[in-house]
């Protein structure tokens, strides 16, 4: 028995297609982005655009829950590496106003991404979803 190997990707969906794996990527690029940052030590203002540039870049294919998580992560990041050192983490009403900027500028491009229509149809549906 033989087998053909494959010449071209089936058509069904892929694992980077999850969206569990789209955040811990995204997790994990805020985490080497962090050492970046600790390592260059830019000034507060550009290390905190540079996360939250990233982390928004970064939302344009996620869920709104998931953007959520990864504009907390990215709060997390840019206050205990940019802001902090060592990785503390601080309440007060300023930092407090940081994660709500964090989490509002994560859910913007999630929210406002268009939502792309379904064109595949299951067998004997009629093209009906």
């Known amino acids: 028995m033989t087998t ?9 969906p892929h694992v980077l297609d999850e969206p569990s794996v789209r955040v ?9 982005f962090s050492a970046v940052v600790a ?3 830019p000034p507060d203002a550009v290390g905190t655009a540079l996360f939250l540039g990233l982390a928004a870049l970064m939302c344009a ?15 997390a990041f840019t206050e205990g590496f940019v802001l902090h050192s060592g990785g503390s983490l601080h309440l007060a009403p300023s930092d407090l106003w940081l994660l709500v900027a ?4 994560c859910l913007a491009p999630a929210l406002l991404r268009p939502t792309p229509r379904r064109t595949d149809a ?4 009629g093209g009906a979803r």
């Open 122 to 125: 299951a067998p004997g549906d």
């Open 24 to 32: 811990g990527m995204a997790g994990f690029a805020l985490f080497v």
């Open 39 to 41: 390592v260059l030590d």
């Open 102 to 105: 964090a989490v509002l500028v």
């Open 61 to 75: 294919r996620l869920t709104p829950t998931g953007a959520a998580g990864i504009g907390l992560a990215a709060w």
């Open 4 to 12: 053909a190997p494959l010449l071209h990707r089936p058509a069904g």
